[in-house]
Structure formats: structure tokens, C-alpha cells
């Protein structure tokens, strides 16, 4: 299941898999939403090494105007 797809699930065990190449919609909300489904743990695979902390840098581009806050 995606990211995207799980979005308002809650799992007991998530696995989040990462890219092995910068992907740009990859970003640190995107990392989020992926952790936070899971209940009680986490994997975490992070193929391509740096992938995880290039996304938590990488934050989405809003075109609407409307602020983070």
C-alpha cells in the first residue's frame, strides 16, 4: 500500500521503504504521514543511502499561496 493509499490508517507494524534516488515527491510530510501509521513499530528501509535526510530537508512546494502557518 502507498503512502498516499494509507493515509487515515492506522497500522500495527508500517514498513516505509525508500527510494534509492532523489525523488522530489519525496518530503518531509510525506516521511511523516508513512511513520505515523504505524501503531506500535516501524521498519524503515532506506535503500539509497542519505534518501532520509534528503526528504525531512525537502519540504512541499504550495502553489496555492496558502502558508504552513
Same mark, same amino acid.
Given at each position: ?14 514498513? #516505509? ?16 504521514? /508513512? ?6 513499530? #516501524?521498519? #524503515?528501509?532506506?535503500?539509497?543511502? /542519505?534518501? #532520509?535526510l534528503?526528504? =525531512? ?5 504550495? =502553489? ?6
Open positions: 500500500m502507498t503512502v498516499h493509499k494509507s493515509q487515515g490508517s492506522e497500522l500495527i507494524h508500517a514498513a #516505509l521503504v525508500l527510494p534509492d534516488a532523489p525523488n522530489p515527491i519525496l518530503t518531509r510530510e510525506l516521511v511523516y504521514t /508513512g511513520i505515523t501509521r504505524a501503531r506500535h513499530w #516501524l521498519t #524503515l528501509v532506506e535503500t539509497g543511502r /542519505g534518501q #532520509l534528503d526528504a =525531512v530537508e525537502r519540504r512541499v512546494m504550495r =502553489v496555492s499561496g496558502l502558508g504552513a502557518g
